[in-house]
């Protein structure tokens, strides 16, 4: 017996010690950028007992105190000068003292998805640019590590990073580019933080409470054959890659994913909203959302890439999310990667530019069905688009027109002076449907003033697998 009381006075007093009187999560570190002339918060772990103070060098006379509850949780917020630094943060607790350099205040977007988001410079891009000079003090780099879990994670493991020959290449190509022209833009930091995870589904990455009372919901997303590349049970993805960072102010979110969800192209648009508007609640920020429309790949089943195409359009419906047609920058349809970034990123970030800081001048819209008429053997489309559009080739692809059979052919088309598209199929004698880039591998050649490529689009809603 005195032996064991002898073992315990040794070890609870060693425990206690062990224990860190302040703790900060790594999102909140060196080199970090915090959302401008905001009010962001602050937030961490310590003894429930001592008091955190808190000393911003933008307003060096303000102290601030937050008692840590009884969780050892505590949380505040400050008011975030306009764009500029280098700043620094003092935090302490009792005898414990943590500081933080390099800080910056200026523009933070999440960049999240699935591989085509993860896809970095030693992947094997065919973007120019000359790693060796992408040094640059305003743009900084936090990428959290895969992971997973059950149950919501206070922190990630990861590090904010200066933007240089080191950092750039292992980090997002289209968060990388969509960063760097809104900094050459704006003239302001730009923080990215890198939340992906290749071969991802949408499902993963949704909150818990998005399927709590909605039975259709969580059919949907249970509802995937389980893969070794990642895990596609609902949330777990979310639990450890997002909600650590739910504290952080952002700016917005820009998206890529949608490939892994082919299996159940049918789903894909009530889990995408859900998504969107689950992590808009849970940040505690309408913020906007710019996503890219999935690539043409000749690889999948049936028509499901046009499907899951169609479904992340239907997004759009949701207030403040913008969707970027990426199918005339493919190189390869065979493959599901493809290789240029920059044209990704530059649209994403002129839909920013935008809607968000006031680029008015900017058209950053591609053009979009707008209706149909049919005159005898022959269908004519309408669009809205940004001047007349212009055809890439000799021929324009990728049309198909079909009969009240719903037996598509493919279709000649030919633009007619008043701007209308006209569609007709030597098969196809009453037509009453027309399909554009309605397959899995289909590109447009079809395109505005701006360069922008004609958005898939079909015009009737039968059934399709």
Same mark, same amino acid.
């Given at each position: 017996?005195?032996?064991?009381?002898?073992?315990?006075?040794?070890?609870?007093?060693? #425990?206690?010690?062990?224990?860190? &009187?302040?703790?900060?999560?790594?999102?909140? /570190?060196?080199?970090?950028?915090?959302?401008?002339?905001?009010?962001?918060?602050?937030?961490? $772990?310590?003894? /429930?007992?001592? =008091?955190?103070?808190?000393?911003?060098? $933008?307003?060096?006379? +303000?102290?601030? &105190?937050?008692?840590?509850?009884?969780?050892? &949780?505590?949380?505040?917020?400050?008011?975030?000068?306009?764009?500029?630094?280098?700043?620094?943060?003092?935090?302490? @607790?009792?005898?414990?003292?943590?500081?933080?350099?390099?800080?910056?205040?200026?523009?933070?977007?999440?960049? /999240?998805?699935?591989?085509?988001?993860?896809?970095?410079?030693? $992947?094997?891009?065919?973007?120019?640019?000359?790693?060796?000079?992408?040094?640059?003090?305003?743009?900084?780099?936090?990428?959290?590590?895969?992971? *997973?879990?059950? *149950?919501?994670? %206070?922190?990630?493991?990861?590090?904010?990073?200066?933007? +240089?020959?080191?950092?750039?290449?292992?980090?997002?190509?289209?968060?990388?580019?969509?960063?760097?022209?809104?900094?050459?833009?704006?003239?302001?930091?730009? %923080?990215?933080?890198?939340?992906?995870? %290749?071969? /991802?589904?949408?499902?993963?990455?949704?909150?818990?409470?998005?399927?709590?009372?909605?039975?259709?919901?969580?059919?949907?997303?249970?509802?995937?054959?389980?893969?070794?590349?990642?895990?596609?049970? =609902?949330?777990?993805? *979310?639990?450890?890659?997002?909600? =650590?960072?739910?504290?952080?102010?952002?700016?917005?979110?820009?998206?890529?994913?949608?490939?892994?969800? &082919?299996?159940?192209?049918?789903?894909?648009?009530?889990?995408?909203? !859900?998504?969107?508007?689950?992590?808009?609640?849970?940040?505690?920020?309408?913020?906007?959302? *710019?996503?890219?429309?999935?690539?043409?790949?000749?690889?999948?089943?049936?028509?499901?890439?046009?499907?899951?195409?169609?479904?992340? !359009? @239907?997004?759009?419906?949701?207030?403040?999310?913008?969707?970027?047609?990426? %199918?005339?920058?493919?190189?390869?349809?065979?493959?599901?990667?493809?290789?240029?970034?920059? =044209?990704?990123?530059?649209?994403?970030?002129?839909? !920013?530019?935008?809607?968000?800081?006031? #680029? +008015?001048?900017?058209?950053?819209?591609?053009?979009q069905f707008a209706s149909m008429n049919i005159k005898g053997n022959k269908a004519f489309i309408t669009v809205k688009s940004i001047g007349k559009l212009t055809v890439k080739g000799r021929t324009i692809e990728s049309f198909q027109v079909a009969g009240s059979d719903q037996h598509f052919y493919p279709a000649q088309a030919k633009l007619k002076k008043d701007g209308t598209i006209e569609v007709f199929s030597k098969q196809v004698k009453h037509p009453v449907a027309v399909r554009y880039c309605y397959t899995n591998g289909g590109m447009p050649n079809l395109f505005d003033t701006n360069g922008l490529p004609l958005e898939p689009f079909r015009t009737d809603n039968w059934k399709v697998k």
């Amino acid at each position: 017996m005195k032996r064991i009381l002898f073992l315990l006075l040794i070890i609870i007093p060693a #425990f206690t010690i062990a224990q860190p &009187t302040l703790k900060l999560p790594n999102i909140l /570190s060196d080199h970090a950028v915090l959302q401008a002339s905001s009010n962001v918060k602050l937030w961490g $772990w310590g003894h /429930s007992t001592v =008091p955190v103070k808190i000393v911003c060098s $933008w307003n060096p006379t +303000d102290t601030i &105190t937050v008692m840590p509850k009884k969780n050892w &949780t505590w949380k505040t917020t400050v008011k975030t000068p306009k764009a500029g630094g280098p700043y620094t943060i003092f935090f302490s @607790s009792g005898k414990k003292q943590i500081t933080i350099h390099d800080i910056l205040t200026g523009e933070v977007w999440l960049c /999240s998805g699935q591989s085509n988001m993860e896809f970095n410079y030693k $992947w094997g891009s065919i973007d120019t640019v000359n790693v060796q000079k992408t040094a640059n003090q305003e743009i900084r780099f936090f990428q959290s590590s895969h992971s *997973y879990a059950d *149950y919501p994670q %206070g922190n990630t493991d990861g590090e904010w990073k200066v933007c +240089d020959a080191a950092s750039m290449p292992n980090f997002s190509l289209v968060g990388y580019f969509f960063g760097r022209k809104l900094n050459a833009q704006l003239h302001k930091p730009v %923080g990215l933080i890198g939340s992906y995870w %290749g071969g /991802s589904c949408v499902q993963a990455w949704t909150p818990e409470e998005a399927y709590k009372g909605n039975s259709q919901l969580r059919q949907e997303a249970e509802d995937l054959p389980a893969v070794s590349w990642s895990p596609v049970a =609902p949330t777990v993805i *979310y639990n450890a890659m997002i909600h =650590p960072i739910l504290n952080y102010k952002i700016a917005g979110t820009i998206w890529y994913q949608g490939e892994q969800n &082919t299996d159940r192209p049918q789903y894909y648009g009530d889990l995408f909203k !859900a998504m969107i508007t689950s992590w808009r609640k849970e940040f505690h920020n309408d913020f906007p959302f *710019y996503f890219v429309q999935i690539a043409p790949w000749s690889g999948y089943s049936g028509l499901s890439g046009a499907i899951v195409r169609e479904q992340q !359009a @239907s997004a759009l419906s949701l207030p403040k999310t913008g969707m970027a047609t990426v %199918g005339d920058l493919v190189d390869d349809v065979t493959n599901i990667h493809p290789k240029s970034k920059k =044209p990704v990123g530059d649209r994403l970030a002129n839909l !920013a530019l935008k809607e968000v800081y006031g #680029f +008015d001048k900017l058209e950053p819209y591609q053009p979009q069905f707008a209706s149909m008429n049919i005159k005898g053997n022959k269908a004519f489309i309408t669009v809205k688009s940004i001047g007349k559009l212009t055809v890439k080739g000799r021929t324009i692809e990728s049309f198909q027109v079909a009969g009240s059979d719903q037996h598509f052919y493919p279709a000649q088309a030919k633009l007619k002076k008043d701007g209308t598209i006209e569609v007709f199929s030597k098969q196809v004698k009453h037509p009453v449907a027309v399909r554009y880039c309605y397959t899995n591998g289909g590109m447009p050649n079809l395109f505005d003033t701006n360069g922008l490529p004609l958005e898939p689009f079909r015009t009737d809603n039968w059934k399709v697998k």
